[in-house]
């Protein structure tokens, strides 16, 4: 394969995942075929989309792994800034986990996907499970869970199910401003702002809902 051939090949998948992503978010899984995919990429051949990715479900992956990876960077600057988990604050482990999903979503600009992508796919039964494991799986994501776990929690399902509550509140909140910020033309610099005004928000609101589970007698 030339340079030329590989080139365009990277151009045309970066092409197709950003058109999936941009479908599903605004028209949900059920509203959206591979070849509607391939269309609104610009793909002249009708297999494109299957040659660069064998399944939806693959498709639907890769995406989750890109964005997921470019969290991660952000995630490993700040634990870089603030040390082991095991040694931060509370409130700074939540910080590390919630602020990436902000500045992630900076990065991205006006108008994004993501968000809206990401809460069509958590609710998609073929492909929960992998959203979850594509984020558990990052290594520093699981140093900070494993660092918030109560030693001798006498009912490991409330570990799993605080978890659950933290991500479903992280995605959902973070997808209703990326709507509201494509609804309202949003400029880049109000967007930050109000994307950081978000993080502070669930940042309160996730220590706040871990205090009070913490502190329920069960």
Not at 14 to 31: D, N
Not at 202 to 210: D, E, F, P, Q, S
């Amino acid at each position: 394969m030339t340079v030329q051939a590989s080139a365009r090949g990277v151009t045309a998948r970066s092409a197709i995942m950003r058109a999936a992503e941009r479908l599903y978010a605004t028209e949900g899984f059920a509203g959206v075929s591979i070849r509607q995919i391939g269309e609104a990429a610009g793909q002249r051949n009708k297999s494109a989309v299957q040659y660069h990715f064998t399944s939806r479900d693959e498709l639907v992956k890769a995406i989750l792994a890109e964005h997921a990876e470019a969290m991660e960077v952000h995630r490993l600057a700040m634990m870089s800034r603030l040390g082991e988990p095991g040694g931060m604050s509370p409130r700074d482990r939540i910080r590390c986990v919630v602020l990436p999903h902000i500045e992630h979503h900076i990065d991205l600009g006006v108008p994004s996907w993501y968000g809206r992508f990401l809460a069509q796919v958590v609710v998609e039964p073929a492909l929960r499970e992998y959203a979850v494991s594509v984020h558990l799986e990052r290594p520093s994501l699981r140093r900070l869970y494993d660092a918030t776990r109560e030693p001798g929690e006498p009912d490991p399902g409330r570990t799993a199910r605080r978890e659950a509550m933290t991500r479903v509140l992280i995605v959902h909140m973070c997808a209703e401003l990326e709507r509201d910020l494509a609804a309202g033309h949003a400029t880049a610099a109000s967007a930050a702002t109000a994307w950081r005004r978000l993080g502070d928000d669930l940042v309160t609101a996730v220590c706040g809902l871990l205090g009070a589970l913490r502190s329920d007698p069960r």
